[in-house]
């Protein structure tokens, strides 16, 4: 199951609080879809995953958003 965040127009670090908060009602292996305006939200999130040991499956640009897929681990 994919659960999407929507944190467009935020700045750093509040899409990152606001996943952080999500991913824990997010089912382990299930996946979480973070939608970004942000630029430095690149770095945050692979930061994010590396810290929390959650795959960062893959992220996207398109236009000013980014798209982060997120699979949370166990």
């Not at 991913?23 to 590396?50: R, Y």
Request: charged content about 25%; glycine content about 6%; overall charge negative.
């Amino acid at each position: 199951m994919n659960t999407t965040l929507d944190t467009k127009g935020h700045q750093c670090p509040i899409p990152v609080l606001k996943a952080r908060r999500a991913i824990k009602e997010v089912a382990p292996g299930d996946t979480l879809t973070v939608l970004a305006t942000d630029p430095a939200s690149v770095i945050d999130f692979k930061h994010f995953c590396n810290t929390t040991g959650n795959e960062l499956v893959e992220w996207t640009e398109d236009g000013d958003v980014f798209t982060y897929v997120i699979r949370r681990t166990a």
